[in-house]
């Protein structure tokens, strides 16, 4: 069964991760997974949330947002409308938290780093490809950080690697890394965080339509954790490559 | 190991299940899992919101909301705050979601049927206890529109059942329904929720510190597909109750 | 003249005032008029809003929310609308002042306690429970504090009782705690906040239709001082019943 | 016992009421109860809003608001703190149900006439002087659209007059229309609304401080009985001088 | 070509300038350009907002409103809305630059006045109006803080006057000042704002319908700095009648 | 005197105006002055809104924002504060405005054309980046909709071409497109929008300090019409490159 785009079902779209694509933010990567682009920047300031001052700890946090027009049929604004959406929501809180797993806040110290996601062009895998290039990003911005001695803690702030793929039944098949037609036609849709040594941080499959077998979702794990793994080779030849 | 409340790992709380709790609701039923007590409501009203009519199919939608003082501290109003939280929003996408893949809504036909999940009391699991007492509270509202002559399509609009339940893994040991003092200390937390035959739709997986591992996903799914088999069962003597 | 639910004209509903209800808040209360019922807590705190800090007295606040399906329809969560009705905010000022009319701050010290009365289901008369269930809630939060040594002032901090009575003119006869169907029939409604000595806090009535004459007016209030009183043993009572 | 304007304390402020203030509105009046001026203007539109659509009936609505520089102390605009404050609600909603208690709909027709109450300067009893000022604006709202035929029902859309006055017990003497010095030290503070022929609309009493017997609430109403008479006299004279 | 209210084309409407309107502003003016009426209040503080304590600076800030039967039709209420429309923030922006351009923020010192500019009736101009207007309570409130010693620095806080006027080309023809239904015809529109010695603060211009030529802007820049001299005319005797 | 990246004072940035940079928008363009990127999109939609059907005529509106990290200090997303700022309603007004300037909506016909102006990168002038750059992807959508015969009527729906660019004094010399930088230390700022006749749409000068004169005001314009015709041809190589 060949798919839309005449990818493998255990293949991944074509994946660039381009950084420092900002003059301003001290991490920022322009990441693509097909047509889907998104833009993430990883923002650090000192000194943490009131609630969190006086820890010795740091924060990480994640926003998610789209363009109006960065899907087929304009959206309006979640600024005009005046309230975030609950998919939004979501997104920024799962961005937030799969980062906070590989950050050793101790070591970061009271600094806080914002990782902004905004999807410039959408086609589907827009949150796993925000996490993706979050990742890399706070790399970076972590990196600028330890130059300027502004994370004065002993030891790296960065516990492991991230990256996130999502993976769909369609039709029967369990496939990788669904393009957003795909998206609409899986009978299950699942995302998966995993660290690059192969564990999972956070695992999210929803049936549209028919429940799924444990058997199935057994498959949907094995693709995403191989997927993950090419992801995670392609965040370190980005980092390598300075 | 024992836990807090001398459970065993692959035990349940005390699940209670109470119909016909409300004067007004076409279901309602208030659901208890240990200490943690939902107000679940299932409001039938004929029609549907306007991107569905003349489709001849019908909608169900869920919202989840937590009294001031549900928990141990009070929290402010979201009425007052002026917005929704993201973690409700979260909540309220899931029960929608989780009991719309259980309905057909070509033999529901146009009604909308919402179900308002309030949390009385909270001690863990209120999103699980909710989708599990959502479910009796739905069974309840479509008898009462079948009798009515207001559901007039052939065939069950329900086409399964659906429960839900925690699990987690703490100090190594995966458990089964989490209260909150255990929720607080798992390393890894986990919401599932499953049809009565043992699928899945929808699994929630998230790592608290430390990632997992595949062996440690897989003990968990064990443990909740048992769990919703014995809620399943709870379900069925409390509709079979009248 | 009989009523619908075969009550003399001047007969309260059944009351019913279940204390100890939460788990977790310093006083909570649920109170019945009839069908009408209302979760009140009383969450106590150290400390005041930041414009009564170092006045050294303390601070009592009432919120006042239906749950969307307390009502015969259901109504839209004014957390959703991501606005406070007109209504909300009335009821929820009236119960904040009938309350502070008992309370010596000084005596209460710098603490602040906020009454929550969710109406749980509706059936006229909710805001009248609501203060009379807040009351029993307050005094239980407040001998909560006083146990743990967090009222610290001389003196009782309450210095009387509060119960709340709606009265209504229907067809020509004053009529006593009007349940749903009949507020919505009455020509002249007023609710009537007194103290345990028959003094006054609160008298508000609207002629709904036909301006209502001194006489009525008069007739009216004897009702209402008369319900306060039997609603002043019931606290008492309850109370009592440690 | 003399007052801080010298007034016996069954007087009223010097009043005026100003008609034809604006050029644009079909009914407008500046009215002062001393130093505290209310710009009232009603607003005739064709038509109902949708609910009441095809029953033949008109609605009348109020809105209260003040210039943030009405009072001595400048306060944030409702419009930029982005949400109406309780105050606000409940005296709209308070202006709009005195006015509809002397409206025969059916004689009005689908017709809405808006009152708009906007506080240009503050010195106690504004709610009162609004619904005095609204009820002559109204009344010239009504005329003008009479003259116009947008008045088609048969009889009188006004069934009788309206005005309204403030009464307080300040150091145990009842007194009429307290100015906002008076008001803050009023240890009761009641707002009745009257008809024309003294017959009541509204009585809000509330106690600031010390519970109040019945013998000074019946003083209190005797006193604003006497008030609003004198109100009516000067309405019908401003209404008489064309 | 003569003018719908017979004015010549250079010729502004009747101004008034009614200082002292308020009771508790500490600078108040009623100002009409025509049937243009604008309430304009200067509140004088102590103390500056927190970005800019301890600057030994001091802070001018403006906010526009329109009443909402100010204009022909009813406009809805801001407060209402929940928030506040793109022309208003343009023109709350516009008079707080506007006035900033002639204070002396040091000579100031740490005091911050708001100018509210209330639209009571609006007949075109209300921008021009009201900074017009603005400028004269903000004199007031300077001399007022002056005389109360509570502007401490040395000089004069005001390096300037400030006026402003309406122009536009109709019908081919450069107008000064326009009424409303003149601003409805006019092909360009421009806000012109100056100082007293016939420089530039503020220039506004918007072609509606057809772009203008480099002679027409120059020929409305002309009328507007007559205009504008004119006004400051006004203002300084307004200010001289004490 | 020159400037800190070396250009004379009458010289542009680098423009860059890249067409068919969205996968989705009918018109898309990523446009640089500088370091200043903004995405223009236009999304072409059939309808017009409410209060212009019928009229046979179409409509074309702007948006404006920032992501938060395109400037140098990351700023709150106007999303997550819940309303829009008045910097961003102006800019979003101003960009609709002087687009309408050069549309002749009866050729339109009754359809909508949005231009989504999305600042990337920000350096100084990004509302005249934007405005450059939008006039193109909507000649773009304007020409998708001849090509598809939505675009019915007869006649070039475009009377025009549109550019804008900002100039200002600094240290007394006159300068054509401010960076950042140099906009922070201009006594004046002002953005022009111009036809590619060199007539004028908008002009909008701003005192930053110290009020300007008539033959600075003249020496702005003259800049400003000479850049903006440098604009209107690297517009045209644009739109000829097919």
Known sequence: ??????????????????????????????????????????????????WRRGSGEGWVTGEYAMLPRATNTRGDRESVRGKIGGRTHEISRLIGRSLRAVVDFKALGENTIVLDCDVLQADGGTRTAAITGAYVALADAIAWGRTRKLVKGKGQPLTGTVSAVSVGIIGGVPMLDLAYEEDVRAGTDMNVVCTGDGRFIEVQGTAEGVPFARHELDALLDLAVAGCAELDTAQRAALAAD
Chains 1, 2, 3, 4, 5, 6 share one sequence.
């Open 1 to 50: 069964m060949s798919r839309i785009d005449g990818r493998q079902a255990d293949q991944l779209r074509p994946v660039s991760i381009e950084r420092g694509w900002s003059k301003h933010a001290e991490g920022s990567v322009l990441v693509s997974f097909g047509d889907t682009k998104v833009l993430c920047t990883a923002s650090f300031t000192e000194g943490v949330p009131r």
